[in-house]
Structure formats: structure tokens, C-alpha cells
T-cell receptor, first 113, second 111 residues
Framework: DAMVIQNPRYQVTQFGKPVTLSCSQTLNHNVMYWYQQKSSQAPKLLFHYYDKDFNNEADTPDNFQSRRPNTSFCFLDIRSPGLGDAAMYLC????????????FGPGTRLTVL | SQQGEEDPQALSIQEGENATMNCSYKTSINNLQWYRQNSGRGLVHLILIRSNEREKHSGRLRVTLDTSKKSSSLLITASRAADTASYFCATDEGATNKLIFGTGTLLAVQP
């Protein structure tokens, strides 16, 4: 049974055209994370929510925004995608804090034309 | 900041052989985790070892942790072609509620 679901799996957008990626979870976990992963690199944390508290990483560009309307759903909005934003975007959850096991979705591969 | 460095970056072995990957980190931790990532997929949690533990086993996986050296190793015994993947160590960064991933080891198991 899928626990962390990401949609779509593949997203193609044009330079500068806003895009929204979605993530949902059936685990009822408090924490949801968004990571960016470029080819052959480690996942890089963009931001996370602890319940409704939003925590942005200092080096996350303003171009990236997030929403968590309820416990189950979290969205990643890229307001004006650039070519450098092409990457895999991974959503993850954990029960309570980062040191807990994190459960990842399958990822959304974003292509920017 | 990327806390974990992994070694080797890439490893190619034959099916049936053992694979060892090493991870080093910089600051004190509460626990260390290992994840696997198949090409183009999300990460899958393999094992978590707490800072007061020295060794942990799960099936064909054996993880060791040496907090004095700030290092950990992941051993996969009797490897299979299906073990081909990237392996990442990850450490919690104190009270900041972040998990910092290492650079990863790309393991290729030849049938």
C-alpha cells in the first residue's frame, strides 16, 4: 500500500511557467519534507513542515514555496522555474522529527524546457 | 551543509560477493540511518542505528557505528543483482529537525 504518494511522477514545464507538485501521505505523520535531488547528488532539503509550522532552509530560493493545507497533503510551488530547477523532487514524512525514519515518495521528475 | 561523506563513490562487485560502504560525518548525532535509492526512484529506509549502539543487523545488512571516529559502515553480504542502487547515509543534525544525507555510494552488482 502506497504510504507517500507524489503526483505527477513526471512534469514538464516551460521556463518561467509556474508549476505545482503534490504529495500526500496515509501515515498521519507530523512532519513533511521536500527535497531536491539533482543527478548523482544527495537529496537537498528545501523546507519542511512540523504540523503547520513551516521551516525554510536558509539557502532555498524564494522561487520555491510550499503549502500544507492539512495533515495529509503538502504542495511544492515553483513560481518561475529556471533551467537549473530541473531535478527530482522528493517528498518525505516522519512521525515526529528528522531523526525518525523518513518515508519517501517515488519522486517527481521535473523537466524545464 | 552536507554532513556525510561516503566512500567509495562507486563500487562494482560480482553477485555473491560482499559490499562495504563507509560514511563519515562531522558533528555529534543522535542516530545514523542508511537509505537505498534505485535509479529514478525515491529513497527506501534500510536501517537506523542509535548513537549508543555499535552494531546492528537486518537480514543481509550489517551496520557499524564508531562515534569516536564519527564513522559508520554498511555491509551487504551475499550481494544480488537486485542490490544495485545508490546507498546514502543520513544523520540528524541536532535540534534543527533536519536529516543530512551523505554523498552516496553507487553500487553495481554484476550477475
Amino acid at each position: 500500500d502506497a504510504m507517500v504518494i507524489q503526483n505527477p511522477r513526471y512534469q514538464v514545464t516551460q521556463f518561467g511557467k509556474p508549476v505545482t507538485l503534490s504529495c500526500s501521505q496515509t501515515l498521519n505523520h507530523n512532519v513533511m519534507y521536500w527535497y531536491q535531488q539533482k543527478s548523482s547528488q544527495a537529496p537537498k532539503l528545501l523546507f519542511h513542515y512540523y504540523d503547520k509550522d513551516f521551516n525554510n532552509e536558509a539557502d532555498t530560493p524564494d522561487n520555491f514555496q510550499s503549502r500544507r493545507p492539512n495533515t495529509s497533503f503538502c504542495f511544492l510551488d515553483i513560481r518561475s522555474p529556471g533551467l537549473g530547477d530541473a531535478a527530482m523532487y522528493l517528498c518525505a514524512t516522519s512521525r515526529d522529527w528528522a531523526g525518525d525514519t523518513q518515508y519517501f515518495g517515488p519522486g517527481t521528475r521535473l523537466t524545464v524546457l | 551543509s552536507q554532513q556525510g561523506e561516503e566512500d567509495p563513490q562507486a563500487l562494482s562487485i560480482q553477485e555473491g560477493e560482499n559490499a562495504t560502504m563507509n560514511c563519515s560525518y562531522k558533528t555529534s548525532i543522535n542516530n545514523l540511518q542508511w537509505y537505498r535509492q534505485n535509479s529514478g526512484r525515491g529513497l527506501v529506509h534500510l536501517i537506523l542505528i542509535r548513537s549508543n549502539e555499535r552494531e546492528k543487523h537486518s537480514g543481509r545488512l550489517r551496520v557499524t557505528l564508531d562515534t569516536s571516529k564519527k564513522s559508520s559502515s554498511l555491509l551487504i553480504t551475499a550481494s544480488r543483482a537486485a542490490d544495485t542502487a545508490s546507498y546514502f547515509c543520513a544523520t540528524d543534525e541536532g535540534a534543527t529537525n533536519k536529516l543530512i544525507f551523505g554523498t552516496g555510494t553507487l553500487l553495481a552488482v554484476q550477475p
